[in-house]
């Protein structure tokens, strides 16, 4: 059973950047595609990107240029870097993980705030 705990939310004016983690324990983060989610209230989950098992990444048209996703093995950690952020990035951010990027949804941190200002 892998658990993920998010970290690195908080409040920032628009503009500004944030890096949030995703702490993984009892399995490796190199061993499954990993993903950050995002979501507003009384809206569907949104995808921000993905980080296959060899470290290709992908991102939402919305982050594109302006986020990063990163994983350190020793750490067995992900990370988002946001930067540039706008006022419609305010969300609460998951971490996921599963066996394949197609789909994922097998495992699911806690979720960290983000709320961005103007």
């Known amino acids: 059973q892998v658990q993920l705990v998010e970290s690195g939310g908080g409040s920032v004016q628009a503009g500004g950047s944030l890096r949030l983690s995703c702490a993984a324990s009892?399995?490796?983060?190199?061993?499954?595609?990993m993903g950050w989610f995002r979501q507003v209230p009384g809206k569907e989950r949104e995808r921000v990107g993905t980080m296959s098992r060899s470290g290709f990444t992908t991102y939402a048209d919305s982050v594109k240029g302006r986020f990063t996703i990163s994983r350190d093995n020793a750490k067995n950690s992900l990370y988002l870097q946001m930067n540039s952020l706008k006022t419609e990035d305010t969300a609460m951010y998951y971490c996921a993980a599963d066996f394949a990027c197609v789909n994922i949804r097998r495992y699911w941190g806690q979720g960290t705030q983000v709320t961005v200002s103007s």
């Open positions: 009892g399995g490796t983060v190199s061993s499954y595609c």
